[in-house]
């Protein structure tokens, strides 16, 4: 099973200020990795997919980069509303993995 | 427009089964993956299950052997037969569109407890 590692656990952030989500693979999965929003109380919602392709309506501030077994969601200029927990996902290889999460949180 | 909406959820005590579906609208289920995607209260996201679109189907370790992943493309909803259900299958269950998943129910709850 490839385990996906996401780092940090939990950030916290000022208005306006730049993100940056790291999720590690344990092994290389191409650019097979895609990244959720799941925001309190509600569904995930695909940001992107293949490591850095914008998922339909995602706000161009949303953008990922990577491949093999490093890669990275950044969030520039974070706002109110992106308050969530972020999951990056892979789908190189059964079983489908998801990381354990990390929580983006308003300073 | 797209909508997945799942339902079935409920108590059920352990060892028993329970039934979710998960009806589409917008497209039709058999045209894509279907997967169900589980959240236990407080944790992250389990992928469970798909069904590719030729109808052959895939399971994570810890459910294959009892649930069981079906559709009926006459009422274009997905299904998701669980048995010998666990406390620890309590959780959110989500279907979801395609992969990677691009389109999400709001999931229903199943709870797993005597």
């Known amino acids: 099973e490839i385990v996906l590692t996401q780092s940090p656990d939990f950030q916290s952030v000022t208005p306006k200020e730049k993100v940056t989500i790291t999720c590690r693979a344990s092994?290389?999965?191409?650019?097979?990795l895609h990244w959720y929003q799941q925001k309190p109380d509600q569904s995930p919602k695909l940001l992107i997919k293949?490591?850095?392709q914008s998922f339909s309506g995602v706000p161009s501030r949303f953008s990922g980069s990577g491949s093999g077994t490093e890669f990275t969601l950044t969030i520039n200029s974070l706002e109110a509303e992106d308050v969530a927990t972020y999951y990056c996902?892979?789908?190189?290889?059964?079983?489908?993995?998801f990381g354990q999460g990390t929580k983006v949180e308003i300073k | 427009e797209v909508q997945l909406v799942e339902s079935g959820g409920g108590l059920v005590q352990p060892g028993g089964s329970l039934r979710v579906s998960c009806a589409a609208s917008?497209?039709?289920?058999?045209?894509?993956?279907m997967n169900w995607v589980r959240q236990a209260p407080g944790k992250g996201l389990e992928w469970v299950s798909v069904m590719y679109t030729g109808g052959s189907t895939d399971y994570a370790d810890s459910v294959k052997g009892r649930f069981t992943i079906s559709r009926d493309d006459s009422q274009n909803t997905v299904y998701l037969q669980m048995n010998s259900l666990r406390p620890e299958d309590t959780a959110i269950y989500y279907c979801a569109r395609d992969r990677p998943c691009g389109y999400w129910g709001q999931g229903t709850l199943v709870t797993v407890s005597s």
């Open positions: 996902h892979q789908t190189i290889d059964l079983p489908w993995t």
């Open positions: 293949y490591a850095s």
């Open positions: 092994q290389s999965i191409g650019t097979s």
């Open positions: 917008g497209f039709t289920v058999s045209s894509t993956y």
